[in-house]
């Protein structure tokens, strides 16, 4: 069964400063991996994903995430963040085999600050 | 685009009534899922289905069922509901590698 941990419930950040939200999973067999983001009021989108190939794969509005298999670790990054990155993100894995269950975080909170 | 339509974005319904969401897809997805979405707790998954006919259990599946009678459509039921299934629920669609995509979520509260 797989699982994910995202390690900062809320982070804080001022305008054009970088930031990193950290994702870490747990999995028996290979993995897709997925970033979403939730504004305010909204459903979820997809920013970004990763299937195979170079780890680092990058998504809209800015946003990478980099694939690391030792550490199964998925984080996401922004070098300059705006106010309208306000929003909650949320870490995703999907088996590539067997029962398709897609499994999410429990969520991060990131607030742009002025 | 994918289009995911969920039947309602707020519902109010009293405690013991049944309740059935209805989520419809349009791009002949194989897997639909069933989640919901509390402050603090990200998306748990209830249901999910992987064809038609076909469900599996998700992480939270109690004083849940589901039903996916044709492709596009996934339904969530409450048999009797109680407060604390007062929450979000969103319904998602996936085409393996593409990512989900979800509907815009109904807002459930139970009095």
């Known amino acids: 069964a797989q699982s994910v941990t995202q390690l900062d419930s809320q982070v804080p950040v001022f305008e054009e400063a970088p930031v990193e939200l950290r994702c870490n999973y747990s999995?028996?067999?290979?993995?897709?991996l997925f970033w979403y983001v939730q504004y305010p009021n909204q459903g979820l989108q997809l920013l970004l994903k990763?299937?195979?190939?170079?780890?680092l794969v990058k998504g809209i509005n800015g946003f990478e995430a980099e694939f690391n298999k030792s550490q199964t670790s998925f984080h996401l990054r922004k070098p300059s963040v705006h106010i309208s990155d306000t929003a909650e993100y949320f870490c995703a894995v999907i088996s590539e085999r067997g029962a398709q269950k897609l499994v999410f975080g429990q969520g991060t909170r990131l607030t742009i600050n002025p | 685009d994918v289009k995911v339509t969920q039947s309602s974005r707020y519902l109010v319904k009293r405690t013991g009534e049944k309740v059935f969401l209805e989520c419809v897809q349009d791009?002949?997805?194989?897997?639909m899922f069933w989640y919901r979405q509390d402050p603090g707790l990200g998306l748990r998954l209830i249901y999910f289905s992987y064809d038609v006919k076909m469900k599996e259990k998700g992480d939270i599946p109690e004083g849940y069922s589901v039903s996916r009678e044709k492709k596009e459509r996934f339904s969530l039921i409450l048999e009797s509901a109680s407060t604390n299934q007062t929450s979000m629920y969103l319904c998602?669609?996936?085409?393996?590698?593409?990512?989900?995509?979800f509907g815009q979520g109904t807002r459930l509260t139970v009095v």
């Open positions: 990763y299937l195979s190939g170079s780890t």
């Open positions: 791009m002949d997805h194989e897997n």
């Open positions: 999995s028996s067999v290979s993995v897709y």
């Open positions: 998602a669609s996936s085409l393996l590698g593409a990512g989900a995509f």
